[in-house]
């Protein structure tokens, strides 16, 4: 069901110096927003940078030269992308939104058509947000009213990042801490003796299986090695596809009066690749829609990659990453990483004679991560931007 929440908060260009309260701007509709608006994860450090900001702006050391004065939110922007456009360093996005927090009461309020006003003045940056007034703009004659918006603000706010990059993954990639797919429903049998199945077909499957109907199916999962310590931290599953439990199983009395098994039937809904006899059912979880803002971690932190997601060996812009730090670590959703390549070591060229000395290189930074999905000891995380081809072994650490 579409919840209803009140339309973004009125403003007029800071160049006039006059703003539209929110109380003024949506009056009438106080109930209705305290009803709707989400409540979103916003961390006490969030919320201190925001009210610093809030208060003296930010220095225009940190705001981008080439920062428009005067931006529209469009429907594919994402918060990173905004924060990119007027911040050195998009994940210190609350000076960004704290920049005028009474009227930007929750950062992930944002929706395409608001207006987004930057007044410089004294060596301080703030940022007004609002709506362009009445259909003749700013200084038309439109009469200001209320409304409402009709639609859910997860779907319709804009994301933290592009979510078409993370979507296929938020059920798809799974780290699993032991190897329990080992003992999970199997694939036993397919229709008419086939090899390969294809979405329609009917799979047998043996196994304990539970109330749910929908299944995904699994490759034999493969162990993920820390590269520092060697101690396997998980088991990542390769996704094969996705099935329907149509037929239950049992067992039965046959002719001979010997017990029968009969497998539980399931037809192939969706195929990534081939699927067949021996891959493994789990069962689908709830999916994951949630728009969860770029934040650095509040305690330094550092690890390595650990693999890159799928059958490549290195990986590049907008592809996925396992992380060998997890909620055991402090690694949040949402979290923002700095890469780093691990500098070489090589033979000081500038020495004479027969001996040599290995010097280590500097780490360099090449990269920013963001941290969607995760779990236990590990993590999965988009590589928002890179310079160079990301291999396993690569480091990471706040920003």
Request: glycine share 10%; hydrophobic share 40%.
């Amino acid at each position: 069901m579409s919840r209803r929440t009140p339309s973004a908060p009125l403003l007029v260009p800071a160049r006039t110096a006059v703003a539209l309260s929110l109380g003024v701007a949506i009056a009438g509709t106080a109930a209705i927003a305290a009803a709707a608006e989400p409540n979103y994860p916003i961390t006490p450090e969030q919320r201190a940078t925001a009210k610093r900001a809030a208060e003296a702006g930010v220095p225009l050391s940190e705001i981008k030269p080439d920062a428009p004065d005067i931006y529209t939110v469009k429907s594919r922007d994402t918060l990173w992308g905004i924060s990119s456009l007027y911040l050195k360093s998009p994940w210190r996005w609350p000076e960004l939104w704290g920049m005028n927090m009474d009227q930007v009461r929750n950062p992930h309020l944002i929706f395409p058509g608001q207006v987004l006003f930057l007044d410089k003045s004294d060596g301080r940056a703030r940022l007004r947000m609002g709506q362009q007034v009445g259909a003749g703009g700013v200084s038309g004659d439109g009469k200001l009213q209320p409304h409402v918006r009709a639609k859910d603000i997860a779907f319709y706010g804009i994301a933290s990042i592009p979510f078409n990059l993370i979507e296929p993954f938020l059920n798809e990639a799974v780290i699993f801490e032991t190897n329990q797919l080992a003992a999970a429903p199997r694939i036993v049998a397919t229709q008419e003796g086939r090899v390969i199945l294809a979405r329609g077909d009917t799979a047998y499957v043996r196994g304990e299986l539970g109330a749910e109907r929908e299944y995904r199916i699994f490759r034999e999962p493969r162990p993920l090695v820390d590269p520092a310590t060697k101690q396997v931290l998980g088991y990542e599953a390769t996704y094969v596809g996705a099935s329907e439990y149509t037929v239950e199983g049992g067992t039965r009395t046959g002719p001979d009066g010997k017990a029968e098994i009969i497998p539980a039937t399931f037809t192939v809904t969706n195929i990534r690749m081939e699927a067949g006899v021996g891959d493994r059912l789990a069962p689908v979880p709830a999916r994951e829609y949630t728009n969860y803002a770029p934040h650095p971690p509040a305690a330094p932190i550092s690890g390595q990659i650990v693999s890159i997601y799928g059958d490549a060996l290195t990986a590049g812009q907008n592809q996925i990453v396992a992380i060998n730090r997890g909620l055991n670590d402090g690694i949040e959703r949402g979290h923002v990483l700095a890469l780093y390549r691990n500098g070489k070591v090589v033979v000081d060229p500038t020495e004479t004679g027969r001996r040599k000395t290995w010097i280590k290189l500097p780490d360099e930074r090449h990269g920013v991560l963001f941290v969607f999905r995760v779990f236990e000891r590990m993590s999965y995380a988009l590589i928002l931007s890179v310079s160079e081809p990301v291999s396993p072994g690569d480091l990471f650490a706040q920003p």
